[in-house]
């Protein structure tokens, strides 16, 4: 089992900067990619980055050469770094990490960003 616990959301107005970080505990051993989803109001969860093991990287069109997904394997933490923030990346915004057999989820973070 990984737990994996959020941090970072708030309110912001558009154009400003916002960074979110998980922190996963658990059975971190197991541990494949890990990433972040997004759920505004009324869509669909879709995916805003993932960063493997590795650290390769891929975003969602959206969020490209804005966003930016770091990784500290030794710390067993993933980071979301948002710059230029629009009021349509308003979501609740959840961790995700992938082992070998199951996904796992954080309890989400809402990101407000005003006009």
């Known amino acids: 089992q990984v737990q994996l616990v959020e941090s970072g959301g708030g309110l912001v107005q558009a154009g400003g900067s916002l960074r979110l970080s998980c922190a996963a505990s658990g059975s971190t051993f197991s541990i494949r990619a890990m990433g972040w989803y997004r759920q505004g109001p009324g869509k669909q969860r879709e995916l805003v980055a993932r960063i493997s093991s590795g650290g390769r990287t891929n975003y969602a069109d959206s969020v490209k050469d804005r966003f930016a997904i770091s990784r500290e394997n030794a710390k067993n933490t993933v980071s979301l770094q948002m710059n230029s923030l629009k009021p349509e990346d308003t979501a609740v915004y959840y961790c995700?990490?992938?082992?070998?057999?199951?996904?796992?989820w954080g309890q989400g973070t809402q990101v407000t960003v005003s006009f």
């Open positions: 995700n990490c992938q082992t070998q057999v199951n996904d796992y």
